[in-house]
């Protein structure tokens, strides 16, 4: 149980198109979910918390008008990087909570690299 | 504010020989302690959690750790590993029931013959 999915794994974007980042929990109910973003041989930094049918909370220095989250039901979130540039290549990753569960459960990650 | 430090950016270790991941945290409040597995290009894999009662966990894949309230420690151990548990291994810690975390800087685990 307690799977987390990503769509799509992995994804080549040019610079200055949208591209948008799906994560679904998919035997249970998020209320919950968090987007991360991690470069290479680095954690994980934490980018925004999503509640269903709340709007996201961004951490500090992350650009939320760049960075749209969408949590429109209780299985999906949705991240779309608008406009990408080169800078935003990087591994996307999304993990998902029930209320009270204590842990998060973590999606495969996605690939983004902007040319 | 809640931090944790992994002292250990890269371990190398021989298969079959025993490995141990350091992991320390501060916070002023009670914490949830969890090791998570990231293999390359993947998402991350829970190892174990404390979250309350015995203060020794054991984990899947025969990792175990052992939370020390006193040194605000939470060390990963494995006796004996396998070629297959070459990964990057982060330690997190969680104040709240819904989950946000703080992560570790991970720790690279390489297993050679």
């Known amino acids: 149980g307690a799977v987390v999915s990503q769509h799509p794994s992995w994804v080549i974007c040019k610079s200055g198109t949208s591209v948008k980042i799906e994560c679904r929990s998919l035997?249970?109910?998020?209320?919950?979910m968090f987007w991360y973003r991690q470069f290479p041989k680095q954690s994980l930094m934490l980018m925004a918390t999503s509640n269903e049918g709340s709007k996201a909370t961004y951490e500090q220095g992350v650009e939320k008008d760049k960075f749209l989250i969408n949590h429109a039901s209780l299985t999906l979130s949705t991240l779309t990087v608008t406009s990408a540039h080169p800078e935003d290549s990087s591994f996307y990753i999304c993990?998902?909570?029930?209320?009270?569960?204590?842990?998060?459960?973590f999606g495969p990650g996605t690939r983004l690299t902007v040319t | 504010a809640q931090s944790v430090t992994q002292l250990d950016s890269q371990v190398p270790v021989f298969e079959e020989a025993p490995v141990e991941l350091r992991c320390n945290y501060s916070s002023s409040v009670s914490v949830y302690l969890f090791w998570y597995v990231q293999y390359p290009n993947q998402g991350l894999q829970l190892l174990l959690k404390?979250?309350?009662?015995?203060?020794l966990v054991k984990g899947i894949n025969g990792f175990e750790a052992e939370f020390n309230k006193s040194q605000t420690s939470f060390h990963l151990r494995k006796p004996s590993v396998h070629i297959s548990d070459t990964a990057e291994y982060f330690c997190a810690v969680s104040s709240d029931s819904w989950g946000k975390f703080q992560f570790g800087a991970g720790t690279q685990v390489v297993v050679t013959p």
């Open positions: 993990s998902a909570s029930q209320v009270a569960s204590y842990e998060q459960y």
């Open positions: 404390y979250l309350s009662g015995s203060t």
């Open positions: 035997d249970f109910q998020a209320t919950t």
